[in-house]
């Protein structure tokens, strides 16, 4: 059974999430906000988040003139897969790390070899 929570509540998780991620790490974070939807383009199914923008393995000269890059969370696909607040904050904790690897440049095969897939 998919865990019902408020926008607040979810958000609160996604800070939580945020807060796990090393401040060292998070520094090297260059142009990124993050954003959560209610529910992904259809096209792309119960995907629980996505990276978008040029990661910084392929930035090149002039890249600051870039829109910010985006990490979407997708608040449907996350809570419809968990079964109780704990096991959402986790999911959410890691989508988070999932996509903030994107802007680094990790591909999903090495995300998935890590143990982050």
Request: proline content about 6%; some cysteine; overall charge negative.
């Amino acid at each position: 059974m998919p865990v019902l929570v408020d926008d607040a509540t979810f958000d609160d998780a996604v800070g939580a999430a945020l807060d796990e991620v090393p401040v060292a790490l998070m520094d090297l974070l260059d142009n990124v906000v993050f954003l959560v939807e209610d529910e992904p383009p259809e096209e792309l199914g119960d995907l629980l988040g996505l990276y978008e923008g040029t990661p910084l393995t392929e930035r090149g000269w002039g890249a600051e003139a870039l829109l910010p890059d985006r990490i979407y969370l997708y608040r449907g696909p996350l809570s419809r897969m968990c079964d109780d607040l704990d096991h959402l904050r986790n999911e959410v904790t890691v989508t988070v790390v999932h996509e903030i690897a994107h802007h680094f440049g990790i591909d999903d095969e090495r995300l998935h070899a890590m143990g982050w897939g």
